[in-house]
């Protein structure tokens, strides 16, 4: 079964950085686009970043420019480092396959508040 531990997440004020990481229990994990996707309360799961085997990488228009995706193989691990946060990027962040498993960790709480 596959597993996905996401952590770094925090409250930050506007303008503010935060990297998260995200730890993968697979096997095959390098032969998958990551992703991470997040969840602000009251609406649906939102992709925001994928990052292929390849190293192809696409974001939601929301984030390009302020977020940037990394994966390393070796490690099975995914990260996003986040500058310039905005209130509207406060969420819970999780990473998954870019066409996701069911198995989905808790998630990293993301705020952004003065």
């Known amino acids: 079964q596959v597993q996905f531990v996401e952590s770094g997440g925090g409250l930050v004020q506007p303008g503010g950085s935060l990297r998260l990481s995200c730890a993968a229990s697979?096997?095959?994990?390098?032969?998958?686009?990551m992703a991470w996707y997040r969840q602000a309360p009251g609406k649906q799961r939102e992709l925001v970043a994928t990052c292929s085997s390849s190293g192809r990488i696409n974001y939601v228009d929301s984030v390009k420019g302020r977020f940037a995706i990394t994966r390393d193989n070796a490690k099975s691990m995914v990260t996003l480092q986040m500058d310039g946060l905005k209130p509207e990027d406060k969420a819970v962040y999780y990473c998954?396959?870019?066409?996701?498993?069911?198995?989905w960790g808790q998630g990293t709480q993301v705020t952004v508040s003065s």
């Open positions: 697979e096997i095959s994990f390098r032969s998958y686009t």
């Open positions: 998954n396959r870019e066409l996701p498993t069911p198995y």
